[in-house]
């Protein structure tokens, strides 16, 4: 999407909100805490600063890349050992902020610097004119130069009004891709490195859902509970926000139905094929000849 000076100033709070809000939640991120209580932290923190979740709080661990999002009361705990990542993302009049880090719990250090000095080099190429695939041979090269390798079925994105996944796709490899850049567009950069081969794939229960098409239904149950997914316009939610209001049995019925019709789509975990663990580091951008990075907070 490209921004006028208008929708600039919301692109430039969303990114600010989540940016706080994911570094207050990942200095949660120790063992012994429950994965529901960083999720959830992050999520109060996004509404505490003025803005919505453009998308639930996620937090994989280990060869988990992305898309785990905690059930309801779940119980589950971060381990020693574990290489964590947690995902952020804030809605502010429509405009997102998408930022994510990862935190060593153990024997990951390297790893985690990878997609970090990944990130950084993809920034420095960021400017009006440059293709996605220059980006992505500076992302490649730098995980590599750590021994790993990208995720490469894995991209960073445009960022729309109340789309969070748009074009651009911002590869993590040199794709050779000639798609260029344009001044005042949102992106973001996302890279993932593996100990791995490099590519994901889908697999078990999807907590993170998304509204795909209008549904009708003679079941109050589940207008009920389509009233409040309306309310998310669009944007992706949990489960879990809804099995508080509802309960688990009539979300389970409403959630059958729309999987049924097509007006859902569900967002598996998404681990690395070969079982490689994988880190993460993300930032929000605007693109200028000096970019803005709007997820950046100022302690960095």
Known sequence: MILDSKEEVHQRKAGMIAGKALKFAGKMIKPGVKLLDVSEAAEQKVMDLGGSPGFPAQTSRNEIAAHYCPKFNDDAVYKEGDCVKLDVGVEVEGFIGDTALSVDLGGWKELVQAS????????????????????????????????????????????????????????????KSKIELEENQAIAIEPFATTGGGKIHESGDAEVFMQTGMHRSRSVTTRRVLGKINSFNGLPFAKRWLVGIFGEGRVNLAFQEMLREGSLRGFPPLPEVGGGIVSQAEHSLIVKDRPVVTTKVDEE
Do not use: C, M, W
């Not at 080099?121 to 960021?126: G, S």
């Not at 992505?136 to 729309?160: C, D, T, W, Y």
């Open 116 to 175: 970090r000095d990944a990130l950084n080099a993809a920034i420095k190429e960021v400017r009006p004119g440059v293709v996605t695939s220059q980006i992505g041979r500076k992302i490649e090269e730098a995980i590599q130069s750590h021994g790993f390798e990208p995720v490469r079925n894995l991209s960073g994105h445009g960022l729309g009004n109340y789309d969070v996944h748009t074009k651009p796709s911002i590869p993590n490899y040199d794709t």
